[in-house]
């Protein structure tokens, strides 16, 4: 059974930052790309960063280049997402999501339905 479990939300002030981790099981780790999306309250689900199977090469969104970096420890099965500066239009629910190869082929690596698998999300929330 695979299982994506998220760590690391929390409120912070505005500038501030934030590690967050999620901890891969039940998937050959080393075989899957890693993305991380976020949803704002009554907004859409939207994509924010994702790595490849050997973690060489990051995609982001626009808004996020420059503060945020995604990075993955195959050791330990765990995807990072280190976010600084943080601004209060980062507030949302943060969600990582693994692909196979074949998936993220399907659709663009911006959509949800290039990934397979989807953890339940940890809570980031930024004060003005």
């Known amino acids: 059974q695979v299982q994506l479990v998220e760590s690391g939300g929390g409120l912070v002030q505005a500038g501030g930052s934030l590690r967050l981790s999620c901890a891969a099981s039940?998937?050959?780790?080393?075989?899957?790309?890693m993305a991380w999306f976020r949803q704002a309250p009554g907004k859409e689900r939207e994509f924010v960063a994702a790595i490849t199977w050997s973690g060489r090469t990051t995609y982001y969104t626009d808004s996020v280049k420059g503060r945020f970096t995604i990075s993955r420890d195959v050791a330990k099965n765990t995807v990072y997402l280190q976010i600084d500066s943080l601004k209060p239009e980062d507030t949302a629910v943060y969600s990582c999501?693994?692909?196979?190869?074949?998936?993220?082929?399907?659709?663009?690596?911006?959509?949800?339905?290039?990934?397979?698998?989807w953890g339940q999300g940890t809570q980031v929330t930024v004060s003005s």
């Open positions: 039940g998937l050959i780790f080393s075989t899957y790309a």
């Open positions: 999501a693994a692909a196979t190869s074949t998936s993220w082929r399907r659709a663009s690596i911006t959509y949800s339905i290039a990934y397979d698998y």
